[in-house]
């Protein structure tokens, strides 16, 4: 998944169910400036589902 967050970031945002982050992350990704700028926004993202993830199951234990 993290290959699909660097290569289509606004793919990965909206397999995730966000949207309109997807469709942001769309429009910066357009720009060649502005995809590196997404790529790192939509891998941040996934790596901080994660972590919140992996958190909540800790607590729940």
């Given at each position: 998944?993290?290959?699909l967050?660097?290569?289509l ?18 429009i ?34």
């Open positions: 998944m993290i290959i967050a660097v290569l970031p606004w793919l990965s945002f909206i397999l995730r169910g966000k949207i309109i982050h997807g469709i942001i992350c769309l910066l990704q357009i720009t060649l400036i502005g995809w590196l700028p997404a790529a790192i926004w939509a891998v941040a993202s996934l790596l901080d589902g994660r972590n919140k993830a992996r958190i909540k199951s800790i607590k729940g234990n």
